[in-house]
């Protein structure tokens, strides 16, 4: 469904761009009317979503409700002084997987950008039929995630183990050390690269915790939805795979803390890797590494052989494409010791290859 037009309180007027997406993508629309009609199609169903409803500014914004597997693409009119960081945070803002950027020029031709949420530009045109057939390539791309499930879990005497307790346990303060180097990278990405951070950290527990046997294989990683420049050993959840070596059960004592959503990617690495025991990843590159060949979405389990693939020739960093850096260790120190000597290079979204380009070299 496309929810677009104008919406007020007085009907309301349609939209062309509505009206040729509609017909072009073959979606049923709601274009244009009344504000209550809008609050109705809120709770946006089926596999695909468009909302990119005008609203006057005096009324209260509607955000869509989507449906757990859907794609939602929303949309932001690009005025004067906007940039990429605030169309993709319009992403997140209502929980969706792309926006559609609208800028119009001073003859009124309007030009669009679709952009997903790591900032990836799939196609920049005029015409609408264009950006239909960069969405249903989106779309297609979407469709192919292979991602894992998530649950709470609680160990075997009942008793759950919250994150208060395990940072008790850290007998040789590491997870603090891993927080000051993540902080350190953190800052050598906006002064040398000019770009903001993101990404997560991540450390093997085989060692850190006497209380943890070797068998269950955890690995303790930063939260979702918290400081990633500043972690502090709060700001971490503890991991493992499950039975079927592929979803993510965790333990923490705040029910909304949840795992970053790649850390499904890394069980698997730290699983493949018996060595390695700490991870950074960030939302930057670093000089000279490898690129692994294809991109992904974050927490796609297909990046896992795409990464093992670049780490084949002994290599610690690699950059994963158009997403960012992926630096590991086999202990904090050699982590510490790489770091200070790598170069970072900027990731700009929206100045990166077209993807709507590269589906058809």
Known sequence: MIIGGTFDKFGGKTSMIVKLLSKYLSMPAVNGGTIWTMGASKYVKGSLNIWMPNVPNEEAKIYPVKERGSILI???????????????????????????????????????????????????????????????????????VQRAK???????????????????????????????????????????????????ASTRCDLMFPSIKMREHFIYVSKRNVNKERLSPTDFVLCRNTSNGTDVMYVTDDQEAKPSVDTPIQLQLYAQLPNITCMIHGHAYIKEAPWTAEYWPCGDLR???????SLEDCTMCINLRNHGFLAIGTCLDSLETMLREIIMIPRVPGKEKILDKLSRT
């Open 303 to 309: 990046e896992v052989p795409s990464a093992l693939a």
């Open 150 to 200: 998530s649950n709470v879990i609680h160990r075997t005497d009942g008793k759950v183990v919250t994150t208060s307790q395990f940072v008790k346990d850290v007998e040789d303060n590491s997870l603090a050390v891993l927080c000051d180097i993540n902080k350190d990278i953190a800052d050598k990405a906006e002064n040398e690269a000019g770009s903001r951070y993101f990404g997560n």
């Open 74 to 144: 929303c949309s932001k009119v690009m005025r004067p002084g906007y940039t990429v960081h605030d169309a993709v945070t319009r992403i997140f803002k209502m929980n969706g997987n792309a926006v559609i950027t609208i800028t119009a020029n001073e003859e009124g031709i309007y030009k669009f950008a679709l952009v997903d949420a790591l900032g990836n530009t799939w196609v920049r045109t005029r015409k609408i039929m264009d950006l239909a057939r960069a969405i249903k390539r989106f779309v297609a791309w979407m469709k192919g």
